[in-house]
């Protein structure tokens, strides 16, 4: 059974940072894309960023600000936030999508103050 666990999310003052993570279990993430995705309340759900392995990419709103990184040894990937905004506010959840499965986590709130 295959389970993603995202953890790292807190409450942060604008301007600050934090680090997200994402383990899965179940299944090796090595050689699959991942990727994060967020859900502002009463908003739709934003892609944020994503990995190929080879290549990365990110949501307009977060270019020059996040970093995303994998660690396929230990089947965990991370996304460096920094310079958090207030409307950076969201749940953020990790994807996993082998051949089409999609898996999701449960989402790890993370609360910007202004």
């Known amino acids: 059974q295959v389970q993603l666990v995202e953890s790292g999310g807190g409450l942060v003052q604008a301007g600050g940072s934090l680090t997200l993570s994402c383990e899965t279990s179940?299944?090796?993430?090595?050689?699959?894309?991942m990727a994060w995705f967020r859900q502002a309340p009463e908003k739709e759900r934003e892609f944020v960023a994503a990995?190929?392995?080879?290549?990365?990419y990110y949501g307009d709103s977060v270019k020059g600000r996040f970093t995303f990184s994998r660690d396929d040894a230990e089947n965990t990937v991370y996304l460096q936030m920094s310079s958090l905004k207030p409307e950076d506010t969201a749940v953020y959840y990790c994807?996993?999508?082998?051949?089409?499965?999609?898996?999701w986590g449960k989402g790890t709130r993370v609360t910007v103050s202004s």
């Open positions: 179940g299944r090796t993430i090595s050689g699959y894309p």
């Open positions: 994807n996993f999508d082998p051949q089409g499965m999609d898996y």
């Open positions: 990995s190929t392995g080879s290549r990365t």
